[in-house]
């Protein structure tokens, strides 16, 4: 079984950063890709970013692109999002998750397991 706990949320000022942080428990993280997607009340749940399980490889959407940068330390077993210039647009529950496959997509039916999510707020 994967369990995956998110931390790092919080609230800043626009231009300000964060960083999130994926703790994760189960032995085939190295296998997986993981990724991170973000919902804001009322929208669909959207990709944001994902890392092939050998950190080769990484996917950004638009919105984040040059802003966002996701990481993954084997290791430590965990999955990070180093987020800067934070929009208010950037506001919503933030999600990591999972993807057994090891394939990157960015699409969530793909993803086999989900946290509960951290609150990342953005004033202006």
């Known amino acids: 079984q994967v369990r995956l706990v998110e931390s790092g949320g919080g609230s800043v000022q626009d231009g300000g950063s964060l960083r999130l942080s994926c703790a994760v428990t189960?032995?085939?993280?190295?296998?997986?890709?993981m990724g991170w997607f973000r919902q804001s009340p009322g929208k669909e749940r959207e990709f944001v970013g994902a890392?092939?399980?050998?950190?080769?490889?990484?996917l950004y959407a638009d919105s984040v692109k040059g802003r966002f940068t996701i990481s993954r330390d084997v290791a430590k077993n965990t999955l990070d999002l180093q987020m800067n210039i934070l929009k208010p647009e950037d506001t919503a529950l933030y999600y990591c998750?999972?993807?057994?496959?090891?394939?990157?997509?960015?699409?969530?039916?793909?993803?086999?397991?989900w946290g509960q999510g951290t609150q990342v707020t953005v004033s202006s």
């Open positions: 998750a999972a993807a057994s496959s090891g394939r990157l997509f960015t699409t969530r039916k793909y993803y086999d397991y």
């Open positions: 189960g032995r085939a993280f190295s296998r997986y890709a």
């Open positions: 890392i092939s399980w050998n950190r080769e490889n990484t």
